[in-house]
């Protein structure tokens, strides 16, 4: 039998009660009181844990495993899996195969087939089959007029996105041996990269620890040195007076700590300004490092936007003025990292940072400092902000955006209607 819809259809239904569970009967006859369906599991194991299902005369308390078909009991080989032996309930669509336990008991099994409304399978087939910029934009409009429902799910939607960051920092962390200022340092790192460079320079923090870059700081010639170095940019054989200092700095530091370069050409130039070019970035980078001192320590103790902007009030001098690349002369101009570079370093490292602290400690105040942070920043423009407001979802701030990038990225794109509470509603409506 084709069923035309996935396993996670069967979840859904499952967990909203969205069939009509009166009189319910197993395939064996036997009534089913349904008390509580059971937490569900988006891990291995059975799909919904703790339920309590009283089936005939006797209450169950345990998992409900979930099929298309009785079948796929045995193509799974959960009959194998002793995380199965708690099974009360074997929910399916279609009734295909008797189950048994290693008793040799039968699972109880509730066919769904003619309790799921039509209806609801058909709009579910309906976002799934059409291929606009997110699947529900023609009920979007009429889902809009639910503004408290809709402003609920965004709530929803940038914690989520925050507490994703937050686990990416805890990972990097205990690699790090719980050293928050190395671990700012290597995301602190990918943000300077932009969206362009972020895994280059993600790359290049990895090779040259904080603790390095930190006895040296007093010198921004050894900290360009060590950190043009490390990039593979002080590896040709010619260059200017300032090119060739550089390169005798490191080619010694180099022997010192034992460093080995990424190769240059992992850098990207194309299609970006200049003041954005990565060498220009990492020339601010190294400012930054010279101009700082414990900057992790620094913004958990700061509370003001205002103030935090200012760490990274960063204005070259000297040579980058007149150069965006080695060798390459230009006009002298002022080489600042801009409010909106800024933005989005706040944005995308401070605020997560906050809040992986938060979580990390059990200290909420840092949590809210973070969802405070981005409620004061502007939006980010982007394709993916300006496509919402197209639709008629605005943002306000980098609070909103961030939820809207959530949104599109982890839900949409992926084809996540029956997570989403923009396709609940849809799934739902009468």
């Keep these: 039998m084709n069923i035309p819809f996935p396993e996670e259809f069967l979840h859904h239904v499952w967990k909203l009660k969205l069939f009509d569970f009166n009189d319910l009967k197993t395939v064996d006859d036997e009534s089913v009181d349904l008390i509580h369906s059971g937490v569900h599991n988006h891990h291995s194991g059975p799909d919904f844990s703790n339920a309590r299902i009283r089936i005939g005369e006797t209450l169950w308390a345990g998992s409900v495993e979930i099929h298309k078909k009785s079948s796929d009991w045995y193509a799974h080989k959960h009959q194998k899996d002793k995380a199965y ?28 087939k003619q309790r799921i409304p039509p209806k609801y399978i058909k709009r579910y087939q309906s976002l799934l089959s059409n291929n606009h910029w997110m699947l529900c934009q023609k009920q979007l409009p009429e889902i809009l007029k ?22 990416d920092i805890e990972k990097r962390l205990s690699e790090t041996k719980n050293n928050w200022e190395e671990t700012f340092y290597h995301f602190l790192g990918r943000s300077f990269g932009m969206r362009q460079n972020s895994n280059t320079f993600g790359a290049l923090v990895k090779t040259l ?21 490390q990039s593979g940019f002080l590896e040709e054989s010619a260059g ?34 200049p003041p954005n ?49 080695f060798e390459e002369e230009s006009a002298e101009r002022k ?87 923009v396709g609940n ?3 739902q409506n009468n």
Excluded at 210 to 222: A, F, G, V
Excluded at 371 to 388: D, F, G, M, T, Y
């Design 85 to 112: 032996l708690n099974t009360v309930l074997h929910v399916v669509y279609h009734h295909d195969k008797e189950v048994y336990r290693d008793t040799g008991e039968v699972i109880p099994t509730l066919e769904l």
């Design 146 to 167: 639910q503004r408290a429902r809709i402003w609920m799910w965004v709530d929803r939607l940038l914690v989520e996105r925050l507490e994703r960051k937050a686990g």
């Design 209 to 229: 620890p904080l603790k390095i870059l930190s006895k040296h700081k007093q010198d921004i010639r050894q900290t360009e040195a060590l950190l043009f170095g």
């Design 240 to 273: 200017d007076v300032y090119y060739l200092s550089l390169q005798k700095e490191y080619n010694f530091l180099k022997k010192k700590y034992k460093l080995t370069p990424l190769n240059k050409s992992s850098w990207k130039f194309g299609r970006m300004r």
């Design 277 to 325: 070019f990565p060498t220009v970035r990492i020339a601010q980078f190294a400012e930054m490092i010279v101009n700082s001192n414990h900057l992790f320590s620094r913004i958990l103790e700061e509370e003001k936007v205002q103030n935090l902007r200012s760490f990274f009030d960063i204005n070259l001098k000297g040579y980058w003025r007149t150069h965006y690349r």
């Design 335 to 421: 080489k600042t990292f801009g409010r909106g570079s800024a933005d989005l370093i706040l944005i995308n490292t401070i605020a997560p940072f906050l809040f992986a602290y938060g979580v990390h400690n059990g200290e909420d105040i840092y949590k809210e400092r973070a969802i405070q942070l981005l409620e004061s920043i502007p939006p980010e423009q982007n394709a993916i902000v300006k496509k919402w407001k197209e639709q008629g979802l605005v943002a306000g701030s980098a609070y909103d955006s961030q939820a809207f990038i959530q949104l599109k990225k982890e839900y949409c794109d992926v084809k996540r209607c029956l997570d989403c509470s």
């Design 425 to 427: 509603r849809i799934l």
